[in-house]
């Protein structure tokens, strides 16, 4: 026997016995030994590899060896496939921490995404039967949509038929509370007023205690309420029994404790029988209601019944009711319409960052596959079937996107958090975050259409390399054939970081046109200070004015019912004419009372006639102010000063228009559309009662004479307590959904770049690897480093040009979808499509530059001597 049979038969015997050793390891050794004895006869080192193939290339003596006793199967199967697989990835660290941090970033973003939105848009909501739940609006005739009146609530409740129950809540306010009612410190808790049956209406049921009776829920009733269970853990102790409250002056027993995270629309930590005070007016537009349909009974029924029951009322009650039709729509759709697009927006960009990891991925496994190409080759020739390279290709790709599933999973818990934390208040249902079984089924299913598309493809390219070609030109052959993929590859990341980077900057470019939106008033500067007066305290607001207008760093306050930027829930239609048969109402506005220098503190300008003074109090004649739209609707083209003005609010008297005031709008509404009518504080009946709000305006940073303000209430009535912010923040608010969507975008941008520049790094390092013996050959001809390198970044600039302008056209298109969440900028703004373009080049050029610079440094006579 030969010494070259001995060698076969060696690697032969380590085939058969070695199951858990790295086969392909002993076997590229020993042909490197016979490859070095063939360039000891004289062969070149190519022509020694390929006799060296065709030595070593009695496969069937080979394959039969790797044979064992059960039933003449390949002693490596799924299980040493495995091993394999794992092996391979541990021997290039490299490789393996750069594709697990792809993965992770692009699963997590998806997965983080795809929460959120099954979060808010598709989980049922958290009561009894949710898809029965609908939420009842009144509809007057010219289409506005307005909150119920109570008594119409009534109506509905005593004739439809359609329901199996109807219930309502007061708008969510804010008032002042003690969790004892004996002492403690008070507190500014949201509360909200609910009409009997609400909780049973809604399917949900006391953790502790008991629902409101109907005899706590009607007139004269005994006081009762129900509190969160967050309010009893953090604020009663948890004590069993539960006790009592004092809402205002009074001690109020505490009959049942709602189950963990509860809320209707909004948070409340306080629930009262609003029944024991009814409403009594039909056009005060005050009220949610919401209802249960019917076993049986279709969406469109209820509708049908309650058009029918809207145009009985207006029959019978005519302007006393404005309620022409109905809107009724399932809850879960009124709650999260407004965010629906938004939520879309997020997980589209989500789905985006996975497909610039998907490609980035095959990208480096075909680079890596050029790297292992003498492996693959020397396997095939040992009998290693396509299908089972491709198997064991695929295998270890699998590998890395299941490790990369769990550290997406990892990262996405942590985002999850921290969203859940910082946006609970802001978008409903975020507080609902969880990693459930329909998210780790997302994830799954990720998975698998992630190894299907970064893979399938590698692996069949790799595996159906001709070895015989591989061997005779491995340089020249692998670049024609792959140098365009890789090309094509780099472009499509590129593109796709330009759509969300023009995505984002939209965005960035609508919050800040909110922020600093044009509202009619200067809103900066102005603390705000919600605060409940006791009965008889009336009296005393002017000395809290003249106390809060003298704290140093303050430059006058004032009072109003309910800030700017807020319209709807004190509403009502007003009319020009004092004739009771006139049933004409033009208008609908809304109402703010507001102290004699509310305007001069907000800095909002009287355009015509004159402000509220002290003179406008009670016994004097009534008299209002209003916003243009009003008076172009009722008197166009006249001059209002003078003019009376009818409403059904202040128990329907007749006011005199004495100005006309800017109006204080807000970015969510047309300008001219914002219709609002302000009566003085002094005239008011109600100014003892209920919610008001001090606005203080201040020389310097707001949120620097916050503690003043709060300590200055405390010592003007200990009892009291406020709820203290600035208009800055209630601004910043109101566009908490676009202030969402633009730190994603803005999040999914950043790392599409990075992931875009590590593929074009990657990429152009690979052909100055695979280029390096031309490079060596044009250096030794003269070719300087300079010129080399800008050859190199010349080739990353074209990649980057074709994806940026492909990325600009996908740009157009996808913000069709976002052009209704913008404001200020046009979807088509050629300075965001410079900005994002531009960004893309620097982020191309920045990857290159490494590797061009690598380039210019090649020694020409070690890259020659080295092919």
Known sequence: MSWFDALRQRAADLLGRARDRDLDEEIAHHLDLETARQ???????????????????????????????????????????????????????????????????????????????????????????????????????????????????????????????????????????????????????????????????????????????????????????????????????????????????????????????????????????????????????????????????????????????????????????QAANTDIRLLRDYLVADYRTMLSIVFGAAGLVLLIACTNLTSALLARGRAREREIVVRAALGASRARLMRQLVLESSLLVVCGSVMAMLLAAGALHIIGALGANLIPRLNELALDARVFAFVASTAVATVLVVGVYPAFRLAHRDPGVALRGGRGAAMTVRAPVWRLLVGF??????????????????????????????????????????????????????????????????????????????????????????????????????SPDYFAVLRQPVLRGRAFSAADRDGAALVAVITPGIAEKLWPGQDPIGKTIGTNFLYGKWMTVVGVVAEASSWTMPKGSQNEIYVPLGQNPNKSEGQIVAVIRTTGDPNALIPAVRTRLRQLDPSSAAQLGTMDDRIERSAADRKFAMLALTAFGVIALLLAGVGIYGVIWYIVTTRTHDIGVRMALGATGQVVQAGILRDATLMAAGGIGVGIVGGVLATHYIQATLYGVSRLDPKTYAIGAAIALCTALLGAYIPARHSSRIDPMVAIRGE
């Open 493 to 594: 990341e590129i593109a796709l970081a330009v759509v969300l980077l023009i995505g984002s900057t939209l965005l960035i470019r609508t919050l800040h046109n909110i922020l600093t939106a044009d509202t009619g008033f200067d809103a900066h500067g102005i603390v705000t200070a919600a605060i409940t007066p006791r009965e008889g305290d009336g009296d005393r607001l002017e000395e809290i004015r003249s106390e809060l207008s003298a704290l140093p760093g303050a430059s006058g306050a004032a009072f109003t019912s309910r800030l700017p930027l807020s319209w709807g829930n004190m509403s009502a239609p007003v009319r020009r004419t004092t004739d009771p048969g006139d049933h004409d109402w033009p208008a609908m506005a809304g109402f703010r009372i507001i």
């Open 39 to 321: 360039v000891s006869r004289g062969c070149d080192p190519v022509t020694a590899r390929a006799r060296a193939i065709a030595r070593f290339g009695d496969t069937r003596r080979i394959t039969d060896a790797t044979r064992d006793e059960r039933g003449g199967q390949p002693l490596e199967g799924g299980m040493q496939d495995l091993r394999w697989a794992a092996r391979s990835l541990r021997k290039s660290p490299g490789f393996t921490a750069l594709a697990l941090f792809t993965l992770t970033l692009g699963i997590g973003a998806t997965t983080v995404a795809f929460t959120v939105l099954d979060s808010v848009l598709l989980k049922p909501l958290p009561y009894r039967d949710a898809d029965r739940l609908v939420l009842v609006r009144e509809q007057t005739t010219n289409q506005a949509l307005l909150p119920p009146s109570y008594p119409n609530f009534v109506s509905w409740r005593e004739n439809a038929r359609s329901f199996d129950g109807v219930a309502s809540a007061m708008m969510p306010s804010s008032q002042t509370v003690w969790p004892s009612a004996a002492d403690g410190d008070p507190l500014r808790v949201p509360t909200m007023g609910v009409s009997r049956r609400f909780f049973a209406i809604l399917g949900a049921r006391p953790v502790l205690g008991r629902e409101f009776s109907d005899d706590e829920n009607a007139v004269g009733g005994p006081r009762a309420a129900m509190v969160s269970y967050e309010f009893w853990q953090t604020q009663m102790g948890g004590r069993t029994p539960l006790g009592s409250v004092r809402l205002g002056d009074t001690p109020t027993p505490v009959v049942g404790v709602m189950p963990p995270n509860f809320r209707f629309i909004s948070v409340a930590d306080v629930y009262f029988p609003h029944e024991q005070m009814p409403g009594t007016v039909r056009s005060s537009h005050n009220y949610l209601v919401v209802a249960r349909l019917a076993p049986g009974v279709a969406l469109e029924s209820a509708r049908a019944e309650m058009a029918a029951l809207s145009k009985s009322l207006l029959a019978t009650f005519g302007n006393a009711t």
